[in-house]
């Protein structure tokens, strides 16, 4: 099994279901209400464990009742949250509202996750044991460069979602493998609208980057190869919320196998195409029989 740690967010998800998104000053009636462990910390927990992953758990839930649910969400999966901390106060939530086309808008209240400024004691050996260091921006920065300098010191592969889409400090970039972005966040970071124009201006801070691109599948780059260009399965998306978390979880559990990049892709495509077929976010997530079944 590959080794995957994650150092990121855990929230619960507050989510509404929703014929359509309300206006600015709109005021619409749903038609359903879930609460859903999630956060992109956990959901790439949770999407690396179910591929096949032997995956753990580095960030904070709170001390209020959603704390324990988190935890027992990542424990159910088999992520091992022995360095999960627990911090005075509120759990991190993302209150989101999921429309009838699949689509989401999501707030983001980081809670816990505020508290996780830096590395605390045994959590740079935790990830000195794995292949794979997955990271994304639910965290302060602070956390998210002591992470990543910790992966490099160690030779461990970086894995970053730049979400959300932030300017990101060349000392971060820097100690990043591969970039991971949607197509929004990579011309958010670039400021070029054309993924495949914006892939090689990334190339020119990381060696490796996958723009992500919802129901087209994927475009993958790196230093002196052609482009990869994957397409996902049509399927018809219920709630895209987490798939983007998913497509990275099952990617590093094909990567740390060492199967070739135009396979990993469509595997990580095909874990995607899956979750958006149902509701949630962790929730959401296939099995690897699944995901190989799919591919």
């Known amino acids: 099994m ?18 359509h998104a309300p206006e600015r ?15 992109k910390g956990a959901n790439q927990a949770v999407a690396a464990a179910r591929a096949g992953g032997e995956v753990a758990m580095i960030g904070a839930v709170g001390s209020d009742a959603f704390g324990p649910q988190l935890r027992h969400t990542l424990e159910s999966c088999g992520v091992d949250t022995d360095l999960l ?18 689509g989401n808008a999501i707030v983001v209240i980081p809670g816990a996750n505020g508290t996780v400024t830096a590395l605390a004691p045994g959590e740079e ?27 490099r010191r160690h030779g461990v592969r970086t894995v970053l979602t730049p979400s959300p889409a932030q300017p990101l400090p060349p000392e971060l ?5 591969l970039l991971v972005p949607n197509e929004h966040e990579a011309a958010t970071i670039t400021g070029i609208a054309d993924h495949h124009a914006a892939a090689q201006e990334l190339l020119r801070q990381v060696p490796e980057v996958v723009i992500t691109l919802g129901s087209a599948g994927c475009l993958y780059a790196a230093r002196g190869t052609e482009p990869i260009r994957v397409p996902a399965p ?3 998306a219920v709630d895209t919320t987490a798939a983007g978390d998913t497509f990275v979880g099952a990617l590093a559990v094909a990567l740390g196998e060492k ?37």
């Open 259 to 295: 199967k070739p990049p135009r396979q990993c892709l469509a595997w990580a495509c095909a874990a995607a195409a899956l979750s958006v077929q149902r509701p949630g976010a962790s929730s959401s997530m296939p099995y690897r029989a699944e995901i190989d079944a799919a591919s």
């Open 173 to 177: 970039l820097a100690a990043t493998d």
């Open 25 to 39: 000053g709109e005021t619409v009636t749903g038609r359903e209400f879930r609460t859903v462990p999630g956060g």
């Open 85 to 102: 901390r627990t911090a005075e106060g509120p759990s991190g939530t993302a209150h989101i509202v999921v429309d009838d086309e699949g």
């Open 234 to 236: 049509a399927v018809h």
């Open 125 to 151: 050996a935790l990830i000195a044991t794995a292949d794979t260091l997955l990271l994304q921006l639910e965290l302060p920065l602070s956390a998210v460069l002591d992470g990543a300098e910790a992966a």
């Open 2 to 19: 590959t080794g995957i740690v994650v150092l990121g967010s855990t929230n619960m998800d507050l989510v509404a279901f929703v014929a």
